[in-house]
């Protein structure tokens, strides 16, 4: 029985060694790796330096990064990110199938209490009534999987979201690009117009949604506006209402009426607080651009706007 027990506590150790030297060894490969593509950003131009505090892989493969402080030319200090996490990393391609990153908290290299920043109403407020001075409690995470035996398909999502005020949220979804040539152009900062029109003889959007979650942003901009202009609440909501429905009038020609009544609705209904307002399309024939575009260059050209949101399956909502 004692001998059962100590080769049981021998065995325990010698596994915990193993696993202790493969995250060792998981750790350098990361740091290999991640070093060498912040150095490929640095060649490209993207930022002028980057260091970090440390890197930890843990068993399930996710990656921990702490103050990631990205330079640029373009500011005269970095900008910190005090968490970042990589997860769902695909590494049996080379451009990765798979992939989720997900940040937490930005210093930035700016007294966000300066003077020159009290004049932008209700940011000033929050970030005043959270007491930051040179970071904001914000977190953002991007995802995307990409599937080349199903035509192409990839589905990526863009998450940001700040403590007490709210959550912007956009996703979509494409086919029949090939994963290296959507990475290529929405990489390159003048894509190739040719590259474009041939991608887009075959390339499918099949939805798109962008929404925003209240968690404070409309009270807080509600309260600000009636200490500014000392008008009730109530008032400065529909004095917003107001001024939204002057400028949908002057916008939409009157063949959109009936979706203007819906769209101030919605809106309406967003002010009251606490609501998610999600625009999104699903176009007809699965979004294929090449049967979708006739249709829609034909309904502007008889101004038939009403036909376009139909075609796009356009719809805005405030839940």
Known sequence: MKKGIIITAGAVCIVAGCVTFAQIKANEYAKTQLDSYLAKLKTQGVISQANYQTIDVSLFGSVELTNLALHSADLPE????Q???????????????????????????????????????????YVSNLGYTDQLPLTAEVQ???DAQNAHTYTSSLDIGLTQLGNYHISATTKNIPLNVLMELTANKTPNQAQIASVLQTAALPNLAISFKDEGAVSTYINISAKETGMAQQKVKARVNEVLAMQADML?????????VQLLAEIESFMDGNK????????????EVNKLQPE???ALMKQDFANIIKLLKLEIKAS
Do not use: C, W
């Open 276 to 287: 998610t307002l999600k625009v999104s399309i699903n176009p007809e024939h699965q979004g």
């Open 252 to 260: 939409l020609p009157p063949q959109l009426d009936a979706f203007k």
């Open 296 to 298: 829609v260059i034909a």
């Open 83 to 125: 968490k970042v996490t990589i997860s769902d990393f695909d590494v049996q391609h080379d451009i990765p199938h798979s992939m989720k990153v997900r940040l937490e908290g930005v210093k930035l290299p700016i007294n966000l209490q300066d003077e020159k920043f009290n004049h932008s109403g209700v940011f000033a407020e």
């Open 78 to 81: 970095s900008i910190t990110l």
């Open 144 to 146: 995307y999987q990409y």
